[in-house]
């Protein structure tokens, strides 16, 4: 059975300070793993990653992924009160259904 | 485009009740997912749809039937409700990997059910 495992559970910065949030996995046959940002509503999509050591990159936020240590790194640079979201992590195998498996989320408060 | 809508937003019911909840996407997404998301317990996957009618199971099924008897739309249908069921749920879709090799999911908004 596939196993998303994200770190720390939650978490509480002032605003400018930098961050980084954790996803690592256990997944049959890894295709891609993905980083979404819950507000109030529903998940948006922040980053695909597919191969290791690439640098995705989207304003302040940016995310790599390790395929050899099987985790994912999301930055958060000079946060704002605005990040302040469930950030979930999901991998997806190379099944044809594109199930993903989603971690238990990482909920991140920025003071002002 | 609307994207992935979900109704009703809220409902609450009582023990033994039915219900459906409706999902629509008007991006012509081939696969359909509903997803319970539980405090600490991140977003399971109850059915999941790869095209008009099929359907399939996911991690946490019992108690749901779905159907899609339309490409756009994805029910999900609880037959006799019980307090477990309390949850936010949620619809997603995405383009297949024959059409696309981008294909992220994209949620709708919610439904958040309370049961009695």
């Known amino acids: 059975e596939d196993k998303v495992v994200q770190s720390p559970l939650s978490l509480v910065v002032h605003e400018g300070d930098t961050v980084t949030l954790n996803c690592s996995y256990e997944?049959?046959?890894?295709?891609?793993l993905l980083w979404y940002k819950q507000e109030k509503k529903a998940p948006t999509f922040l980053f695909m990653l597919?191969?290791?050591?690439i640098e995705k990159k989207s304003g302040r936020l940016s995310s790599i992924l390790d395929k050899k240590e099987l985790f994912s790194i999301l930055n958060i640079t000079a946060t704002q009160t605005g990040d302040s979201a469930i950030y979930l992590c999901?991998?997806?195998?190379?099944?044809?259904?594109?199930?993903?498996?989603f971690g238990k989320g990482i909920t991140l408060s920025v003071r002002p | 485009n609307a994207g992935v809508t979900q109704t009703p937003k809220f409902r609450v019911l009582k023990t033994g009740q039915s219900m459906t909840l409706l999902c629509a996407q008007d991006?012509?997404?081939?696969?359909m997912y509903w997803y319970r998301q539980d405090p600490g317990m991140g977003l399971r996957l109850i059915h999941y749809s790869v095209g008009e009618g099929t359907t399939a199971k996911g991690e946490v099924p019992d108690g749901y039937n779905v159907s899609r008897l339309k490409k756009q739309n994805f029910l999900l249908g609880l037959e006799s409700a019980a307090p477990s069921q309390t949850s936010v749920y949620f619809c997603?879709?995405?383009?297949?990997?024959?059409?696309?090799?981008?294909?992220?999911?994209?949620f709708g908004p919610g439904t958040r059910l309370t049961v009695l």
């Open positions: 597919t191969s290791s050591g």
């Open positions: 991006m012509n997404h081939e696969y």
């Open positions: 997944v049959t046959n890894f295709r891609s």
């Open positions: 999901a991998t997806r195998g190379t099944g044809a259904n594109s199930k993903l498996t």
């Open positions: 997603a879709s995405s383009r297949s990997r024959r059409t696309s090799s981008y294909n992220e999911q994209f």
